[in-house]
């Protein structure tokens, strides 16, 4: 099945304050939030899935293991064995994840319905996703709207919205267009690659979602082992700590991504804009920035 997929990745971050009681701390709910509609054959809406997770990368992954299924087997929740979301998210979440990161979590909802969490998503975000879900298609104004439905409960509220880009995708099957944005040393930063098919093959989302995610999981991992070296080259980090062992293991974890990577490279053209971001580079300029920051943080 030949798909055309556009959908875009929200770093998202919501601020719940209580109008009626300033001596009350404000909730902050922060979510990566990806939305998925998906289309038989016939161009039909068969299922809307909305992806959201801890960080970015997972919440790809899992985006990646929903559509392939649906690729395969089409609509997943009319089967009579139901889709093991649970087995998709094992699968998402490499080893590297799985010791390192404890606070990781995913969840999906369909129909404003959580159908499926793993981890403590917080739950303020099912009360967004039921105000999606009752005027679709202005996912802005769910904000009011469960500003409104609190009220009704007898609960003054303001939520303060935020959020930014972390993907566009658009695939088609002659053509794939990503854009990224990324933790810089000193900003986001942005860049963008197309892909296209060699030969006879013709472009995968599932591939390009893969690849994604692993440029954005790199680029996060040499963030923190540049630091973690400036860290230990200054003693701030003991040699043979957690810290220099969690930094020892995130480089094998980026040789991984490199090496999916390059079977991807191998199976598409692509075309970087402004160029191809390199792990050994951003490793290399997290350490110098952590260097010239160092002094004014120890002032």
């Known amino acids: 099945m030949t798909l055309e997929i556009n959908t875009t990745l929200l770093r998202e971050r919501f601020i719940i304050r209580d109008t009626e009681n300033d001596n009350e701390s404000p909730v902050v709910a922060v979510s990566n939030r990806l939305s998925l509609p998906l289309y038989n054959a016939n161009g039909d809406l068969t299922d809307t899935f909305v992806i959201r997770a801890q960080n970015m990368h997972s919440c790809l992954r899992m985006t990646a293991r929903v559509l ?12 009579t064995s139901p889709f093991d979301f649970l087995d998709a998210w094992e699968k998402s979440c490499s080893d590297y994840e799985i010791f390192y990161n404890k606070n990781r979590w995913v969840a999906v909802y369909t129909k404003g319905t959580e159908i499926f969490s793993s981890g403590h998503p917080h739950s303020f975000l099912n009360v967004i996703e039921k105000c999606d879900s009752k005027n679709p298609g202005h996912y802005d104004l769910s904000v009011k709207i469960a500003e409104d439905a609190f009220g009704k409960m007898g609960r003054k509220i303001g939520i303060s919205y935020e959020s930014n880009i972390g993907m566009v995708l658009n695939i ?37 979602l893969n690849i994604c995610a692993c440029f954005l999981e790199g680029l996060q991992l040499a963030y923190f082992i540049g630091t973690t070296n400036d860290k230990l080259k200054s003693s701030i980090v003991k040699r043979f700590s957690i810290e220099e062992k969690q930094a020892e293991q995130a480089l094998k974890r980026i040789e991984e991504l490199t090496v ?32 010239k920051q160092t002094p004014l943080t120890s002032a």
Request: hydrophobic share 30%; net charge positive; charged share 35%.
């Open 68 to 79: 392939q299924s649906f690729i395969r087997q089409g609509p997943l929740l009319k089967r």
């Open 260 to 291: 999916e990577l390059e079977v991807f490279e191998s199976r598409y053209k692509l075309k970087f804009r402004p160029e191809k971001p390199e792990f050994s580079q951003a490793i290399a300029d997290a350490e110098r920035a952590h260097r």
């Open 172 to 208: 088609k099957s002659e053509i794939g267009r990503c854009g990224l944005v990324h933790r810089g040393v000193d900003r986001n930063s942005t860049f963008n690659f197309t892909s296209e098919p060699r030969e006879e093959e013709t472009i995968s989302a599932v591939h390009c």
